[in-house]
Antibody, heavy 118, light 107 residues
Framework: QVQLQESGPGLVKPSETLSLTCTVS????????WGWIRQPPGKGLEWIGY???????NYNPSLQSRVTISLDTSKNQFSLRLSSVTAADTAVYYC????????????WGQGTLVTVSS | DIQMTQSPSTLSASVGDRVTITCRAS??????LAWYQQEPGRAPKLLIN???SLESGVPSRFSGSGSGTEFTLTISSLQPDDFATYHC?????????FGQGTKLEIK
């Protein structure tokens, strides 16, 4: 069974960079897309972006100027960096696996709350 | 971006009831729609893909239908575990977008 686990700081100051890592276990890292989705408190889900195991990326245009997703296949990890954060970036951040043939997410991490506050 | 609108936002129902949740897309997405269930404090769980294909292990009381711009998720006989929030997601085009969620509450 594939398992994903997010890790990273739960508190980030405004204007700084949010950094999270997702560790994947229990399955193959290759041939899949690995994505990030967030959910602000009391709101719906927002797709942030994904990275293919080969390293190609696709980002939500609304965040593209501030987002970087990277991969470390040797550690079965992928990471999210979101720069110049504001309070609007406060959310539960989920990492998830996207299936190869369609843009749906079949395995998710438990999520981690990141609060942007001074 | 394709806007996804769910209705209702909240639905109160009882165990054994049949309920239907609607998801509308701002433009045609063919059948490129998924449904997720999210229990409080938990990650979303994929229930249905391509509008009507049940994921393995999902009870048969769940069903999805629709194409184009209007879709429904139906639960034929509510069970206690079904009280959760349900999200639709389009994957016809980038960026992927979700509905705002429908919270299914116990009446």
């Amino acid at each position: 069974q594939v398992q994903l686990q997010e890790s990273g700081p739960g508190l980030v100051k405004p204007s700084e960079t949010l950094s999270l890592t997702c560790t994947v276990s229990g399955g193959s890292f290759s041939s899949y897309y690995w994505g990030w989705i967030r959910q602000p408190p009391g709101k719906g889900l927002e797709w942030i972006g994904y990275i293919y195991y080969s390293g190609s990326t696709n980002y939500n245009p609304s965040l593209q100027s501030r987002v970087t997703i990277s991969l470390d296949t040797s550690k079965n990890q992928f990471s999210l960096r979101l720069s110049s954060v504001t309070a609007a970036d406060t959310a539960v951040y989920y990492c998830a696996r996207r299936i190869p043939v369609a843009g749906i997410f079949d395995f998710w991490g438990q999520g981690t709350l990141v609060t942007v506050s001074s | 971006d394709i806007q996804m609108t769910q209705s209702p936002s909240t639905l109160s129902a009882s165990v054994g009831d049949r309920v239907t949740i609607t998801c509308r897309a701002s433009q045609s997405i063919s059948s490129w729609l998924a449904w997720y269930q999210q229990e409080p404090g938990r990650a979303p769980k994929l229930l249905i893909n391509k509008a009507s294909s049940l994921e393995s292990g999902v009870p048969s009381r769940f069903s999805g239908s629709g194409s184009g711009t209007e879709f429904t998720l139906t639960i034929s006989s509510l069970q206690p575990d079904d009280f959760a929030t349900y999200h639709c997601q389009q994957y016809k085009s980038y960026p992927y977008t979700f509905g705002q969620g429908t919270k299914l509450e116990i009446k």
